[in-house]
């Protein structure tokens, strides 16, 4: 298969799917070796972002993904009529941001570095997509352990776990992390405020157990 029917059969199944596609799963499609289809994928995400097209191709992990290109995203908002999420309060930020980081986590072990119940956040989170059961620790009780999704790269615009920003190395206990996290959550909710492309759902605002909307 020549060069431009690759990169049109790559746009077709991207484009068709909405969601993230494995790599594997468009190598099998089309007879390709994953370097082959990760290097054309690669060419068009430059390619688009070199024209400013209205139209990006990102990579999540091992997974590629048609989106709308963010600067676009207003207009594309008022198109279809849909209204401006909301952004996350600094309750689920703190959440998250301890997830990303130490992931697989407990909701004990959020809870014992916030210092107050994250059971209707930890929910909140699961409940958006920006975390996901990871399996249960293998203790007395086998507590559910939790980690972050596709979605939460999407959201703050990260193509794996690896771009998450530096976090300073710490006892990893108690108060001295709560305080070393806070840069995290700073860092964070700039990359937030930035917002991802049109089309992709930040969480909704409710009421959490911090009497702030999560």
């Given at each position: 298969m020549e060069l431009k029917q690759l990169q049109a059969a790559i746009e077709g199944i991207l484009?068709?799917?909405?969601?993230?596609?494995?790599?594997?799963?468009?190598?099998?499609?089309?007879?390709?070796?994953?370097?082959?289809v990760n290097s054309v994928c690669q060419n068009l995400a430059?390619?688009?972002?070199?024209?400013?097209?209205?139209?990006?191709?990102?990579?999540?992990?091992?997974?590629?993904?048609?989106?709308?290109?963010?600067?676009?995203a207003?207009?594309?908002?008022?198109?279809l009529e849909s209204r401006k999420p909301p952004k996350l309060s600094q309750p689920a930020l703190e959440v998250l941001a301890i997830?990303?980081?130490?992931q697989p986590v407990t909701r004990a072990y959020v809870e014992q570095v916030r210092g107050v119940d994250s059971s209707y956040t930890v929910g909140l989170l699961l409940e958006r997509g920006l975390i996901c059961e990871a399996g249960r620790l293998n203790v007395p009780g086998r507590p559910m352990q939790f980690r972050t999704t596709k979605d939460f790269l999407r959201?703050?615009?990260?193509?794996?776990?690896?771009?998450?920003?530096?976090?300073?190395?710490?006892?990893?206990?108690?108060?001295?992390?709560?305080?070393?996290?806070e840069d995290a959550v700073e860092r964070l909710q700039r990359q937030e405020q930035e917002g991802p492309a049109a089309g992709e759902v930040q969480p909704a605002q409710a009421q959490g157990e911090d009497g702030e909307n999560p």
């Open positions: 484009f068709a799917a909405g969601d993230p596609v494995p790599v594997e799963r468009i190598c099998l499609a089309l007879e390709q070796d994953r370097d082959t430059d390619e688009y972002r070199y024209d400013r097209r209205g139209i990006r191709l990102v990579r999540l992990e091992n997974s590629w993904q048609m989106c709308s290109a963010p600067e676009y207003d207009v594309i908002r008022q198109a997830v990303a980081y130490f959201a703050f615009g990260l193509s794996s776990l690896e771009e998450l920003p530096e976090l300073p190395s710490s006892t990893q206990e108690g108060v001295q992390m709560t305080l070393e996290l």
